[in-house]
């Protein structure tokens, strides 16, 4: 069963799915520290370039079907015109200001 993003308990990463699912690019941004850093199966990639190609210029789109560790780990299906569907999963760093500074993504 899909959880709705509105549904999310970290504020952090509900507004991620939301912006994400939006292709809210200012959004998404927003959400970020600004020395943000992610990783993608277990290698850092360039932030700006991976979200553009993974997300904004593919229609990325996240389902997630369950959350832990408070909100901030989550498994997913995610799916974008590149590579289609595949389960995922998704960690978050949120600093003491409520945004993200890292972010970790690969296969589940």
């Known amino acids: ?3 709705q993003p509105a549904k999310l308990t970290d ?11 939006a292709h809210d690019r200012d959004a998404f941004l927003s ?5 943000a850093t992610m990783a993608d199966d277990g290698s ?3 932030l700006t370039e991976w979200i553009d190609r993974e997300i904004f210029t593919s229609n990325g789109h996240l389902d997630v079907d ?3 560790q408070g909100g ?5 299906h995610y799916r974008n015109d590149a590579w289609g569907e595949m389960r995922t999963r998704w960690n978050f760093t949120i600093e003491d200001d409520g945004r993200i ?6 296969q589940a």
């Open 1 to 3: 069963m899909t959880i």
């Open 11 to 21: 504020p952090a990463v509900r507004a991620f799915v939301t912006a994400v699912n």
């Open 44 to 46: 850092d990639r360039d």
């Open 72 to 76: 901030r780990a989550l498994l997913a």
């Open 101 to 106: 500074s890292r972010f970790e993504t690969g």
């Open 66 to 68: 369950n959350e832990s």
């Open 31 to 35: 959400l970020l520290t600004e020395n």
